[in-house]
Every structure is written in structure tokens, then in C-alpha cells.
């Protein structure tokens, strides 16, 4: 019979790749389940059997979302080359969430949240960028410190609404023909008239999305990154605009890394930002190594350096050659481990957001799908099954339904009549801490 092991890798710790978040460390290795007291998502997840979720993208179709262009067409010709602005790419869109939802949502302990006020009016030169002041408050953000709506100037941004918002959490999976362990969120800006965040850049690939009212993009490319000083955002000092937009609901504009750009609120509008992870190769090796490296502190085997032919010295303070090279070989050793590194990346990968709970559940009934919550971030590779920052070892049929759930985010009632007594007992308990939860 074919087994799903567990496999941890390494220990409890706060490492996370990079990723376009501000906030503070992601939550420990084991997701965390919501006790009674805690803070409810404001919305239950959407159910899969209405979800772009559980139907695979079709990557060679062409498609409106990429101005008529196919997936696979999209990614050689514009992700990470060149911005690409298209027009209605959602038709008839409607925002995932109304002002007043939002309002309450920014207001919450869970949700990371950001009020950025321009004490002077913009306007797009960038004589104004230089010239208005900025002010900066990070979440939660109470609805009587938010100012007036007749104000013009300020903004507010709710990243990860995907994660609280069953409608936002389905707009995400449009863009599921970009692999999962690269895609990170979906933020959200409303802003009054004349909001923005000021010219910037990004490091990650992004879509602009317009979802509520108008927004006028100033776009080029990024030739001098130095910032502003003085102020609590990263805006340029010197931005030169190459291009300019106005995006109505359902336009959408794709910028890749460092292509400097400035929004502004033509109106009151909302904006819908679909992020990518980027890791930075220095931060990435520390974290799995962290990670592999905790996961060797019960090896049965231990070696120890020994030095029966060691002479006496004259020098006490010189370290020895021999140890020098033991360390080496320890080294050498351990970057030969290629599948324990591959389990400590996968475990990074798919540690849950930050300030993520999930609210525990029951085990599953029988007859049902199953379908993932949406706070769940779940990859495989060859050998193994990642989710929550966790792994498991699994092969033949049973790696066969663990990566369809991992593709699609879901499993149908039929699936899951034909997965074995261990990937059964593995759902369940997964249902149980609320990772998954049933579905028709």
C-alpha cells in the first residue's frame, strides 16, 4: 500500500521569502488554529463548485484578461520584458468588496491595512510629487481616523483581501497560469479624488486592475532609482513618464519589475493589485538553510571532530588545519543534500501569511469534495506535498490526488471516493485544522 509520511523538516522559526508585504514576521512553521476568542474572516470562503479554483486554466486558449493574447503567449512576450496595457480585460467587473466592507475590513487586528494622506492636493507633474507632503498609518485603521470622503489626496490599501473575501480570493485565480510558489496576494486601493501613493517602483511583477471608478497611470522606465527624502514613502525623486493611461473598470495594466509608475484617483476609485513573490537570492539560501538545518538536530548520527595525531603547540591561538577542513567537509556534505534542500524551500514556500489563523473544523463527511481555504498555500515537487509550511512524502495515486488538489485547489465528491485510507486520514485531519473544508 502506497504511504503519505510526514516529513518535517526543520523546527519552529519566523523565516519567510521575500515577498511585496511590508509587515512583520509570518507566523510560526505550524499554521495556526483559531481559538474560540479569535477573529473571525468577515466572510465565509466562497464555495469551489463555483470557483475559478476548480477549473484549470487553459494556457494555450487566448483569452480577453491578456488582450486577446494566450498565456503561454503572455509569458514569453511581456512577464518580466515589457508592460502591457489591456483594455476590458475583465468586462462588466465589479469591485470584490464595497467601501463600507472595506472600511470594517482595515479596521480588524488580522488584516494589514495602510492610510496614506497627502497633506496637498496632486496633480500629475512631477513639480507636485516633489512638492506634497506625504503622511503614512499602518493598520488597523479605525473608520473615524480615516478622513472625510469629500477630502481629496488619500488612500487606502488592504493587502491580502484574497485571503478575507471569497469574491477577491476568485479574481486571484484567474492568474493561476503563473506558478503558485511566485504568486502572492491581491491588495486593494480606494482612493478619493486625487489619491496616490506617489511615483514608485516595484521589484515584482504586478497587474493593475480597475475595478470602481477611473485612475490615470503615468508609466516609464526606471532610470534613476534614488527616493525622496523626508517622507514615510518610497517615492522617486526623479520620475520620468514614457507613457500615460486612463484605466476605467475592467482595464487592466501589467507592469513588469522596476517600471517606475504613478496612479492617480481621477474620482473616487478602487484599484485591485495582483502581486508576485520575488525572492532575494542572499535572504532565500539563509532561509532554507535555517530550515534544513533544524531539521538535522535529531539525526541519530552525529560526527564528531576528533584529532588523536593532534602535537603540542606553541601557538594556542592559531586555529588548527584540521578543523578548518572538518568544517569544510561538513559543508560539502550538507550542500550535497539536494532533497533536503528541496523539502526546507518547499516548507518556505508554503508557510501560511502573516497574522493568518485558521478556524478549527470537523472531520470530512462522507460523499463530499473538498476544496481549500483560501488562506491555505499548498505546492508539490517530485517527491513530496507541501502545505503550511509543512511536507510529506507521497507517490503513485496518492501524490496523484495531492497534486490535483494542489493544481485546481480542489477535489470533487468522485476524487475523493477514490483516494486511499492515508490520504483520507491526511484530508481529515487537515480538515480538522481548517485547511480544507467539504464541498459538493
Aim: proline share 8%; aromatic share 6%.
Amino acid at each position: 500500500m502506497i504511504q503519505v509520511q510526514a516529513e518535517a523538516c526543520g523546527s519552529s522559526h519566523n523565516a519567510r521569502m521575500t515577498s511585496r508585504s511590508t509587515s512583520k514576521p509570518a507566523a510560526p512553521r505550524r499554521a495556526k488554529v483559531a481559538p474560540a476568542q479569535a477573529i473571525a474572516a468577515p466572510e465565509a470562503p466562497a464555495q469551489a463548485s463555483a470557483s475559478p479554483s476548480s477549473q484549470p486554466v487553459d494556457i494555450d486558449q487566448a483569452t480577453p484578461l491578456l488582450a486577446g493574447l494566450s498565456p503561454s503567449q503572455f509569458m514569453r512576450k511581456h512577464w518580466q520584458k515589457k508592460p502591457l496595457l489591456i483594455r476590458q480585460a475583465i468586462a462588466g467587473v465589479q469591485s470584490p468588496i464595497d467601501r463600507a466592507s472595506l472600511f470594517d475590513l482595515a479596521a480588524k487586528e488580522d488584516v494589514e491595512s495602510r492610510l496614506i494622506v497627502q497633506t496637498t492636493s496632486q496633480k500629475p507633474s512631477a513639480k507636485a510629487n516633489a512638492e506634497a507632503g506625504w503622511k503614512l498609518e499602518h493598520g488597523p485603521v479605525n473608520r473615524r481616523s480615516l478622513p472625510p470622503l469629500k477630502q481629496g489626496g488619500w488612500t487606502l490599501l488592504v493587502q491580502g483581501l484574497d485571503l478575507h473575501v471569497p469574491a477577491a480570493h476568485d479574481l486571484l485565480q484567474r492568474f493561476r497560469f503563473v506558478p503558485e510558489a511566485r504568486l502572492d496576494d491581491l491588495m486593494i486601493s480606494y482612493a478619493t479624488d486625487g489619491g496616490g501613493v506617489g511615483p514608485h517602483y516595484d521589484s515584482y511583477d504586478v497587474f493593475l486592475l480597475q475595478v470602481h471608478g477611473t485612475r490615470r497611470w503615468r508609466i516609464g522606465r526606471l532610470k534613476d532609482d534614488r527616493l525622496q527624502s523626508g517622507v514615510p514613502l518610497k517615492i522617486l525623486s526623479h520620475f520620468e513618464a514614457e507613457e500615460e493611461h486612463v484605466l476605467e473598470p475592467g482595464d487592466m495594466l501589467y507592469l513588469p519589475p522596476r517600471w517606475a509608475h504613478d496612479g492617480i484617483a481621477q474620482g473616487e476609485c478602487m484599484t485591485c493589485s495582483i502581486g508576485f513573490r520575488v525572492p532575494d537570492a542572499t535572504e532565500l539560501a539563509k532561509e532554507v538553510l535555517v530550515r534544513w538545518i533544524e531539521g538535522m538536530e535529531d539525526a541519530p548520527k552525529r560526527r564528531l571532530y576528533q584529532d588523536p595525531k593532534q602535537p603540542a603547540v606553541k601557538h594556542t591561538g592559531l586555529i588548527p588545519s584540521d578543523l578548518q577542513s572538518f568544517t569544510t567537509d561538513a559543508i560539502e556534505r550538507l550542500l550535497k543534500d539536494r532533497e533536503g534542500m528541496q523539502s526546507a524551500l518547499g516548507e518556505i514556500l508554503t508557510e501560511p501569511k502573516p497574522r493568518v489563523w485558521f478556524e478549527s473544523g470537523d472531520v470530512l463527511p462522507d460523499g463530499v469534495g473538498v476544496r481549500l481555504d483560501p488562506r491555505t498555500r499548498m505546492l508539490y515537487d517530485d517527491e513530496r506535498i507541501f502545505a503550511n509550511g509543512e511536507s510529506w512524502r507521497a507517490a503513485g495515486k496518492d501524490a496523484k490526488h495531492l497534486r490535483a488538489l494542489a493544481d485546481h485547489r480542489a477535489l470533487s465528491a468522485k476524487a475523493m471516493g477514490q483516494v486511499s485510507d492515508d490520504v483520507r486520514e491526511l484530508l481529515n485531519q487537515w480538515s480538522e485544522d481548517g485547511w480544507l473544508h467539504p464541498a459538493p
